[in-house]
């Protein structure tokens, strides 16, 4: 025994510095990230690898309904799960939340507090469940569960583990959160600010949310990254900010502009790198507002940028902003009807546009006049 007793030592020691070696590596791979389902899925993969179980689910308190709901677990489909409310009187989960408590079920269809119903409609046999709060000081959110230890029952060891995991598990998921909803609010407050411009000249009105939509959808159809997306959404919406600085008089003038206030027109895009270039996190988006009068050929303006020097989100918007705007009515014409409309889009590739967005535009509009049109004309000079 006395020879045995040091090796014993020895290996729960190296356990113990194994089990902090990895929760320090699961908080700093927490801290790469703000994306809340990220942090989600980082959370249930670490701790199903370290207690050594089939599944895991985190549960989140909705104060409004009074009730806990999935935010992630691998169990079964996520969409599905997040649909149904656990109660806090009659579960284990909710057991948990309100008494603040870990708790370890080795026979869970025997314990009285388990919900069959949510099991039921969750799709999963859960046999044994270690399930501990998740908590910033003394403030409960939520719930981590690790369900189903592959080999024998769930231990104090195990506890302290998911314990650690679900400290560092709440401050993560919290600021997570935060930044969500900062986000959320940042794109109504940029959404407020088109529908803003679009009221201001009622003959576009409309005109930035529509312009959007089909922008991101000739992005996602030519492959541009989600995080691209993200950017060229906001340029989309913020266009025509710059016109914020042109007088009533010209922007609302039903003839022609003289050639004094077509020049004052034109600043617009320059109106709008002045504004927006200060906030730095709109500086990603700039490449729409400022750049999206450049043509292909270099006739554009304002700096006469000349083919693949344009920004490709300019070049993507470009064509959706012309479709949208020969498309709608004006004081001074009647909205273009779609073959017309196709028909210009065609004769400016290489002009106005880049001649291979141009085809992959038509793709995603996929009226029937186009393939007509498109097989009679070469898209590749």
Same mark, same amino acid.
């Given at each position: ?79 599905? +799960? ?114 803003? +411009?679009? +009221? ?37 919406? +913020? ?47 700039? /490449? ?20 693949? /020097? ?72």
């Amino acid at each position: 025994m006395l020879e045995q007793t040091p090796l014993s030592v020895t290996d729960s020691l190296q356990r113990m510095l194994q089990r902090m070696e990895r929760l320090m590596e699961i908080n700093i791979t927490l801290n790469s990230t703000l994306a809340l389902n990220q942090v989600l899925d980082l959370i249930m993969a670490k701790a199903i690898e370290m207690l050594e179980c089939e599944a895991g689910s985190i549960l989140l308190y909705n104060k409004e309904k009074g009730c806990l709901y999935f935010s992630a677990s691998t169990t079964s489909d996520s969409k599905n +799960l997040a649909e149904i409310p656990v109660p806090l009187t009659d579960s284990l989960a909710g057991a948990i939340f309100s008494k603040n408590i870990p708790l370890v079920v080795n026979n869970v269809e025997n314990d009285v507090r388990h919900n069959s119903s949510v099991a039921a409609q969750a799709n999963f046999h859960t046999r044994s469940l270690l399930g501990v709060p998740m908590r910033i000081q003394n403030r409960v959110m939520g719930v981590l569960e690790a369900l189903n230890k592959r080999e024998g029952a769930f231990t104090e060891e195990d506890v302290k583990i998911l314990t650690a995991i679900a400290s560092q598990a709440a401050v993560a998921i919290e600021n997570a959160q935060l930044v969500e909803a900062l986000q959320e609010s940042y794109e109504s407050t940029l959404e407020g600010w088109a529908a803003a +411009l679009d +009221l201001r000249d009622k003959e576009t009105e409309g005109h930035s949310q529509r312009v959007t939509v089909l922008t991101l959808q000739l992005a996602q159809e030519i492959g541009v990254g989600q995080e691209a997306l993200t950017y060229l959404r906001q340029g989309a919406l +913020l266009h025509d900010i710059g016109k914020m600085a042109v007088p009533d008089k010209i922007l609302h003038k039903n003839g022609p502009l003289t050639e004094r206030e077509k020049a004052v027109m034109r600043q617009h895009p320059v109106n709008a790198y002045n504004m927006l270039y200060p906030i730095a996190y709109l500086r990603p988006a700039l /490449d729409i507002p400022y750049c999206h009068h450049e043509k292909w050929d270099g006739s554009g303006y304002p700096r006469g940028l000349k083919g693949e /020097d344009i920004p490709l989100p300019a070049r993507i918007f470009t064509i959706i902003d012309v479709w949208d705007a020969l498309r709608s009515n004006r004081p001074y014409r009647k909205a273009w009807s779609e073959k017309k409309t196709i028909a210009y889009i065609l004769e400016e590739a290489g002009k106005s546009f880049e001649p291979g967005l141009v085809k992959s535009f038509l793709d995603v509009i996929q009226p029937a006049p186009a393939k007509h049109v498109l097989a009679s004309k070469n898209l590749a000079h």
